[in-house]
């Protein structure tokens, strides 16, 4: 299986603290995504980063890439209890048909 | 406004019965996925299609079938083979041509057995 791994599986913060997750795959890759999943819900795209990139930003997220360790980080700036949810990693393996989605972090911000 | 709709949200199934989940598009994207969700894991995926009338099978194919005749549709049959079939179904779907792009999803069809 291609599937990474997130870690931690579950983290809890106050809100306005920041959270920090990471994600380890298995292969090479063009670009690495990441995408938040509310309870019962489908999962939302939240930022892509390429293979070439090493840090990216969008609004309080940041997102950094390390394709000689097969690692990527998640960092949620000032977080609220909006944030709670599941994160997840997804690469899309080198092939661009299929994505390999991690186990998830899920995120608590307790208010 | 644009995007995926599965149904139902909810679905049992009997010992030996086929069910089939609905996933239908109007993002006018070429591919389409399905995953299965297990508690507290990531996405498997099932099956996917890159075009009408073409698809391929994931890592976890087996007790299931899939039909791809119109680029709006994707339904997923469970079959009776399908021996664990509780589980959280999600379908996406994503433009082709360029790499990068994001996938979009449905919100999901939770099935369980009776």
């Known amino acids: 299986s291609q599937q990474g791994e997130e870690d931690p599986q579950a983290l809890s913060i106050q809100e306005g603290e920041n959270a920090t997750m990471n994600c380890s795959y298995k292969t090479s890759i063009n670009n690495l995504q990441w995408y938040r999943q509310n309870s019962g819900r489908g999962l939302v795209h939240l930022i892509l980063i390429r293979s070439n990139e090493r840090e990216k930003h969008s609004g309080r997220l940041r997102v950094t890439l390390d394709t000689s360790k097969k690692s990527s980080s998640l960092l949620i700036t000032a977080s609220r209890a909006a944030d709670t949810a599941s994160y997840f990693c997804?690469?899309?393996?080198?092939?661009?048909?299929?994505?390999?989605f991690g186990t998830g972090t899920s995120l608590t911000v307790i208010p | 406004d644009g995007g995926i709709t599965q149904s139902p949200k909810y679905l049992f199934r009997k010992e030996g019965q086929n069910v089939t989940l609905s996933c239908e598009q109007n993002?006018?994207?070429?591919?389409m996925y399905w995953y299965r969700q297990d508690p507290g894991q990531g996405l498997r995926l099932i099956y996917y299609s890159q075009i009408v009338n073409d698809f391929q099978k994931g890592d976890i194919a087996e007790g299931y079938s899939v039909s791809r005749e119109k680029k709006e549709s994707f339904p997923l049959t469970v079959t009776s083979a399908q021996k664990n079939p509780t589980a959280f179904y999600l379908c996406a779907s994503t433009q082709t041509g360029r790499q990068g792009q994001p996938q979009h999803f449905g919100d999901g069809t939770r099935l369980s057995i009776l």
């Open positions: 997804a690469t899309d393996g080198n092939t661009g048909n299929q994505f390999y």
């Open positions: 993002l006018n994207h070429d591919a």
